[in-house]
Each structure stands twice: as structure tokens, then as C-alpha cells.
């Protein structure tokens, strides 16, 4: 699981001008490619979702690279693409399957179970479903602070949110986590 | 606090998820691939913009030309129902109520008949017609409440 990458000054100007702006692009995937699929896998569980999810999420980014000014950080961009794109997919799975986010968080705790892609221990599997029996919010900050060890400022960027309440979020999500450990046992 | 921090550091952040063996190169070798031609980005000096047809050129001042027509159709029927002299019902536009006014059996049919009863009786009473001289409890309606019939008692002879 990767961080955030450094931010690349030539890949940028390169991606603004027309005549390298696709061999740029082809760098930009490779580079984030892991790094957003762990953030997105975080949040969906499943790896066929997250596939789907990732190539939209490449493809919405081509799709108006020219809109990107370079005013924001290039992965701070593509994140929140991932992010927005995993909460549409999940609002809309919830939709689709006219359930409530109770349901939600049983219907993924199902599929983290049935993921043929874990090799973890049973630790890690109720980490796992501790985490999707979070808050759509507090579940993102965690997953990028514990797993991506993301420092605040970046997470401010991408989330729009105050530090503060990222950090108070991140908190209570521990703490959940917690009661959810002691409860299971 | 701690004891949730404890298992953190247990699981020492790997989630135990795994992707099937060469996906990330893969993927990334197959959407560079697959990426769709944007000639926005890729070649923007290819798009010819076409000049606009003749419509889209007189779109605004159609739609401002409908916009104020709009306006003064709402200005109009406002002064047409706050002024209820200008319309129809005035007498001078309208010379079948004039002529129904101007005649006298008309009037006295359907304006002078309406006439209230206590009207009658105080243009009676100021003509000096003597009131005794009715029998006000025989006439249904005279007394609906109006007045006290103590009062208004007759003095039969």
C-alpha cells in the first residue's frame, strides 16, 4: 500500500500540452494506479467494483484534463475523483438494492467474507469489517490515515474538511473500532 | 484509548487485501491502450469551430423580445382587473344595461321592488299613517326579530 506520490512538476507541464498531454497521461496511470485502487478497495471491498471504479475514475480524469489548472495538487485531483466516484457507486448500489446504510454495511460485511482476493488473518478480517461498519466519512479518513499514513493537510485537501475535524473524526473512528473489537470478543 | 491503539499496531497496517498476480501493470498497460482520443486536449487547433446559424445568432433578442411581451401582457391584464370602469361593464360601453337603466318599468321591476319593508313602514310612519291601523302580527316576516312585538303590540279595537 502506497503513499501519496510526490507531486512531479514536468509531468504536469507535460500533461498541458497537447502534443505529450496522452504520454503524460499513460505516466499518471501508472503512477496512481495503486494508490487509488487501495483507497477505492478500502471503500467497496470487492475487487471487480473497484476495478470498474478505478478505470471511471482514470477515464473521468482524461476525460477534462484540460480543466486541470495545476491551482491543485494533480493527486490531490485524482483523489477526490476516486472518492467522489466510490460514494456515488455505493449510494447507488444502496439504491439499487433498496436498502437502508445498516443494510449497506451488512451487505459489505457479506462481501468481505466472500472476497476470494484476502490472504489476512482473522484480525485483519475484523478489521476489515470494523472499518465498513463505520460512518461514510469517518471510514475514509481512517482507511487514508492509518493505511496510507496521509498527513492531515493533504486529507484537508481532498475531503474539503477542517483539519480539526479530521482529526476528531479519526479519533472516534478509532474508538469505534475499539468498541466493535470488544464487542465481537 | 490505548487498547485500541494496541490492535492498530498489531495489525500493523496491512488490511490482508489482494489483487490477482500482474494486475496494476496490466491494467495500467491496458487503459493507456484504451484511453478514448480527445482532440479537445490532444489536438484542440482540429476543432473548427462552425459559425453560427442565423437562429442562434437572433436567439437572444427573441427570447428578450418574448421576455418583455410577457411582462407587458401581465401589466395589462393588472390594469384591466384593477380598473373595472374601462371594461364591459361599464354603462357607456355597454347599451344594453344603458337602456335597461333608462326604463322606468325596468327600474321599478327590479330596483324599487327590492325595497325593504321597515323602509316602507318609517316612510309610512312619516307620512302620518297611524300604525294601529295595521295588524303588523298577521304579516309573516314583519317580525323576524327585529323588534320587541311587545312593543310594536297592536291595539285591536
Partial sequence: MANLPPENKQLIERLRDPATCRAAFGEVIKTYTEPLYWQIRRMVQSHEDANDLLQNTFLKAWSSIENFRGEARLSTWLYKIAINESITFLDRERKRLNISLDDQEAALANTIEADPYF???????????AIASLPEKQRIVFNMKYFDDMKYDDMSAILGTSVGALKASYHLAVKKIGQFFSDED | MKEEKD????IDRQSGMTVPDGYFESFAASLEQNLPVRDEAENPEKIILSPPTLWIRVRPYVYLAAMFAGVWCMLKMFVLRSSPTDGNAAIDRNPI??????????????IIDDINQWDLFDEMMDDGVDASSFDLAADSGFNDGFVDPAALQVQND
Avoid: H, P, S, T
Wanted: charged share 40%; glycine share 6%; hydrophobic share 45%.
Fill in chain 2, 97 to 110: 344595461l344603458a337602456e335597461a337603466l333608462g326604463n322606468d318599468a325596468f327600474v321599478d321591476e327590479y
Fill in chain 2, 7 to 10: 490492535i492498530l499496531a498489531k
Fill in chain 1, 119 to 129: 490472504d489476512g488473518d482473522k484480525l485483519q478480517m475484523k478489521l476489515r469489517k
